[in-house]
């Protein structure tokens, strides 16, 4: 069966690519170009990828100052970018069926179909087909992607008409999502993922700590277990009390849904009772993360979460390779 399923795979693209093939373009073509509108397509992946792109945001602001920015992502992800500005727009992709109303569909194919310049589809892990299909889909005159991961049996990326070349080299995800549009000639210096909170959301955040007996003038560490580090949960309690014990700090655990048998014994090892901050929303866990003065946490989306909004943070990897995906910046440590 697997077999067959290559095959009519293979032979679902190769048509595909017959039909809708785009006839690439040189990069200079833009140059002379009156770009105002550019869709940027980040609705595949996890939510760690599309933050790890952030960078393509303010490098395409900064090549492009006067166009209009827009960012198409999943709608459970939406808050960690609702607030960048170098966007314009965030636009909602339903992850959910149910969501998909007669109302949200009219918004979305509104706001997709909004005669844009330019679209840009950040494949750097997975080629997603329905990302190509968004970008065809907008119209866009010009549509940039990466010349890697071809569809099975295809020539080419024929989504495309803008083919960035790919790189055997060993590169950390935020280059390789930046390497995309520096074929357009986009490229920052600065490198970190960016998180803005809007003054609600922090406001909601520090009425959540002095609810449970914190203040900003308290040392907070939040601690956060995942798959990743469920081995360390001895040490991580070790970590927890050293600073308790030491430097009087006060501790928050989080934890994914998972790993609930994990946080009761993070938590019961403990002579203390720390902050249990568990079943928050995205919108919450960021404005927690915000006042905090120190993250320890695994390779997973938390280490980005903080990294976008600057906290500092310690990182325990477990099997990936920290050079690809540890965040950038000398206050975010890996070990």
């Not at 190509?132 to 569809?151: C, N």
């Not at 280059?175 to 959301?201: G, M, P, T, Y």
Request: charge should be neutral.
């Amino acid at each position: 069966m697997k077999a067959i399923k290559r095959l009519c795979n293979r032979i679902f693209f190769e048509l595909l690519e017959k039909l809708l093939s785009k006839d690439e373009v040189s990069p200079d073509k833009l140059a002379g170009s009156d770009l105002e509108r550019i869709l940027i397509i980040r609705q595949h992946d996890r939510l760690e990828d599309l933050l790890l792109a952030t960078p393509v945001f303010r490098a395409v602001r900064q090549r492009f100052p006067h166009a209009h920015i827009s960012a198409l992502v999943r709608n459970s992800m939406a808050p960690s970018v609702e607030q960048n500005v170098n966007l314009d727009q965030v636009i909602c992709f339903y992850e959910r069926l149910r969501d998909w109303t007669p109302k949200n569909i009219f918004v979305f194919l509104k706001k997709l179909r909004s005669k844009y310049d330019l679209a840009i589809v950040l494949n750097t892990r997975f080629h997603s087909l329905t990302s190509d299909l968004l970008a065809y889909f907008s119209g866009a005159r010009f549509v940039l992607g990466s010349k890697h991961l071809l569809f099975p049996g295809c020539k080419n990326n024929f989504f495309y008409n803008l083919r960035a070349p790919y790189s055997d080299l060993n590169k950390h995800h935020t280059e390789r999502n930046l390497d995309i549009v520096r074929h357009i000639h986009a490229d920052c210096e600065e490198l970190h993922e960016e998180i803005k909170i809007s003054s609600e959301d922090k406001n909601s955040g520090l009425k959540f700590l002095t609810e449970n007996g914190l203040n900003l003038d308290d040392l907070i560490v939040a601690i956060y277990l995942s798959w990743s580090n469920r081995r360390e949960i001895a040490k991580l309690v070790q970590v927890a009390r050293y600073f308790s014990s030491h430097l009087d700090a006060k501790i928050i655990v989080s934890w994914e849904s998972e790993m609930s048998p994990w946080g009761a014994e993070f938590t019961n090892s403990l002579p203390f009772s720390p902050l249990q901050a568990t079943e928050l929303s995205l919108t919450q866990q960021l404005s927690l993360i915000y006042f905090c003065d120190l993250i320890i946490c695994g390779d997973n989306v938390f280490m980005h979460l903080a990294a976008g909004i600057g906290t500092p943070l310690i990182a325990i990897f477990g099997e990936s390779e920290p050079y690809q995906i540890k965040p950038i910046g000398q206050q975010f440590k890996a070990i």
